[in-house]
């Protein structure tokens, strides 16, 4: 009797040693993404409460590409404003006397992957009375 | 289920080996390793074999945990980055899902000393009960010195 109770309780506890030794799944193989090049040389002049961005964009690498403007914002961090087909931005109706930062990136529509993010240029945007 | 397999016939083998050997003792070992070593007289063998297996089960259980929370946070990062749409994001949690796995990879090999150092240990209990000789009738020796009495035990190692 007390041969099969000692045999029950190993056999439980080599079971719990087997449930400790699950495997966990293979790596997916690589890095998969290759994404739209950044949009080059973001410059952005502040005028009457409106700051216009303008960028380059290779017409070697431009395939079907969407560009998304960013501002980035004392507190808030990096906010998404638009998305648009060409290369300058026009955005309006700003608060004067204030400093605006943007960031800009290119979206590749076919595989919706965004591609990098230019680095953050600021511009002064002054009131409409000045 | 080739785990089941596995711990069945080791544990048929053992159990075997056990019965063929006259039981006794041998099945507090069976139980688990060091029981049958205190049983028979045996303290410090018995002790230092039940230490083992505890450290043995303890970083086992340990080694457990770690391991399914970087499964988890593997698994995780492989979902993000595979719904990634930000080139950023993707690279980011990349970065995240490799250093996972290989935490897994590590943790993963530890359990498997762990499991072979519980199982080892418990083997060795066995063998030990089953081939040592039963120890030598310690004796407890009483002395008379002038006006006081003295006892002596003799424990075995």
């Known amino acids: ?130 | 289920m080739k785990t089941i397999i596995l711990a069945v016939i080791i544990v048929l083998a053992a159990t075997s080996a056990v019965e063929a050997s006259g039981g006794g003792d041998v099945w507090y070992s069976v139980l688990f390793p060091g029981i049958g070593q205190i049983k028979s007289g045996r303290y410090g063998r018995g002790t230092l074999l039940m230490g083992a297996e505890m450290i043995s089960l303890v970083g086992l259980v340990i080694a457990d945990i770690q391991y399914d929370r970087s499964v988890e946070q593997y698994e995780r990062a492989k979902a993000y980055y595979l719904n990634a749409d930000y080139i950023g994001d993707a690279t980011e949690n990349y970065n995240i899902m490799l250093k996972k796995w290989d935490d897994a990879e590590k943790l993963d090999t530890y359990r498997k000393v762990l499991v072979g150092a519980a199982v080892g240990v418990w083997v060795l209990g066995i063998l030990d009960m089953v081939i040592s000789d039963d120890p030598e009738n310690m004796p407890v020796s009483l002395e008379y010195k002038g006006n006081a009495f003295l006892v002596t035990k003799t424990f075995s190692f």
């Open chain 1, 1 to 130: 009797m007390k041969r099969n109770y000692i045999v029950t309780a190993v056999l439980v506890g080599f079971i719990f040693l087997g449930a400790c030794t699950k495997e966990h799944k293979d790596l997916p193989a690589g890095f998969r993404y290759e994404p739209p090049p950044t949009p080059e040389d973001l410059e952005v002049d502040g005028s009457a409460e409106t700051a216009t961005l303008t960028w380059n964009y290779p017409e070697e690498s431009r395939g079907p590409v969407q560009f998304r403007v960013y501002t980035e914002l004392e507190f808030y961090g990096l906010l998404y404003i638009d998305t648009t087909e060409d290369t300058f931005y026009i955005h309006s109706q700003l608060i004067g006397n204030n400093w605006y930062c943007y960031k800009v990136s290119a979206v590749d529509t076919v595989i919706g992957l965004e591609g990098w993010r230019t680095d953050t240029v600021c511009e002064f945007v002054p009131s409409a009375s000045d």
